[in-house]
């Protein structure tokens, strides 16, 4: 009852959340595992990820839902988010 209850939560958090994120263009920089979840958690509430660097080689990173990964550091990632993005 108590992850029913959480869960509950959660949608009501991410139905709310999509009124802002929904449309957005977002830049995420993180290692991998953390690239994968956050950007899995934006695109179900409708962000579009146009920018994703992250630090390192993964077979996770096939899995991320934008066009392209760069293997980079935050300087790619300023780079690479110039026009109209959001970064994260």
Excluded: C, N, W
């Amino acid at each position: 009852m108590k992850y029913r209850r959480q869960r509950g939560q959660l949608v009501d958090a991410m139905l709310d959340a999509h009124f802002h994120i929904g449309g957005r263009k977002l830049a995420i920089g993180a290692e991998p595992d953390l690239l994968f979840d956050v950007s899995s958690m934006l695109h179900e509430m409708g962000a579009k990820v146009a920018v994703a660097v992250t630090t390192t080689e993964s077979p996770v990173l096939a899995r991320v839902a934008t066009d392209d990964v760069l293997i980079g550091d935050l300087e790619d990632l300023e780079t690479l988010s110039k026009s109209e993005v959001a970064i994260l």
